[in-house]
Nanobody
Framework: QLQLAESGGGLVQPGGSLRLSCAAS????????IGWFRQAPGKVREGVSC????????NYADSVKGRFTISRDNAKNTVYLQMNSLKTEDTAVYYC??????????????????WGKGKLVTVSS
């Protein structure tokens, strides 16, 4: 059974950094494109960043471009989201999910499965 689990959330001050990890169990991540999504209280879920199965292609929401970096280590069966220059508006529960197809047009939830339970990231002074 495909399972993903996020780790690395927490509380950080504005301007700070955090790294989220998305680890797979029960299967190898190699064939899958992986996406990071977030949902803030009272808001709809937003696609933050997606990465292709090889790691050679990525895309980002405009709100995080230049601040967040997605990467993957297939040998460790893990995908990362490095978040720098965090803002209060980045506060949300962050989720990772998988699908077989990478869409260069943008990071959306179409076809995503094996959602993790999410990790809370709070950016506050």
């Amino acid at each position: 059974q495909l399972q993903l689990a996020e780790s690395g959330g927490g509380l950080v001050q504005p301007g700070g950094s955090l790294r989220l990890s998305c680890a797979a169990s029960g299967f190898t991540l190699n064939p899958y494109a992986i996406g990071w999504f977030r949902q803030a209280p009272g808001k709809v879920r937003e696609g933050v960043s997606c990465i292709s199965s090889s790691g050679g292609s990525t895309n980002y929401a405009d709100s995080v471009k230049g601040r967040f970096t997605i990467s993957r280590d297939n040998a460790k069966n893990t995908v990362y989201l490095q978040m720098n220059s965090l803002k209060t508006e980045d506060t949300a529960v962050y989720y990772c999910a998988a699908r077989m197809i990478y869409y260069s047009s943008g990071c959306n939830a179409t076809g995503m499965h094996s959602w993790g339970k999410g990790k809370l990231v709070t950016v506050s002074s």
